[in-house]
């Protein structure tokens, strides 16, 4: 997992991350996961550069340039046009681009 995939999934949880600093602020922290505690430690300098950096496309598809991804129950993200879900039970949830005005649903698979 990368930052930008990382931020992406904490937004879709309703986790706001701030810079502050050189700390990195997650409210509500009762919301974070061990190993999402875990991964922000290791990925917390360039959480930071993409929280102080304007915002941006980061997570665009190479094939059809959109926007839409989707977390696979694997770990895996993927491209939500070029490769949509078989079946909901696939999704572990959406993801949003941070700084893109995509509208997409964040759901689970039930």
């Not at 430690?41 to 993409?50: G, S």
């Not at 129950?73 to 939500?80: A, D, E, H, P, Q």
Request: aromatic letters at 4%; charged letters at 25%; glycine letters at 4%.
């Amino acid at each position: 997992m990368n930052a930008a995939i990382l931020i992406a999934d904490l937004q879709c949880r309703g986790v706001k991350l701030v810079a502050d600093g050189e700390r990195l602020r997650c409210r509500p922290r009762s919301t974070l996961t061990e190993n999402d505690v875990a991964a922000l430690r290791t990925h917390k300098a360039e959480v930071l550069a993409r929280l102080r950096a304007p915002a941006k496309a980061d997570l665009v598809c190479h094939a059809c340039k959109e926007r839409r991804f989707w977390l696979s129950i694997y770990g895996v993200v993927v491209c939500g046009v070029c490769h949509p879900p078989a079946t909901p039970q696939r999704v572990e949830r959406w993801l949003i681009n941070p700084g893109s005005d995509a509208d997409i649903a964040t759901e689970t698979a039930s």
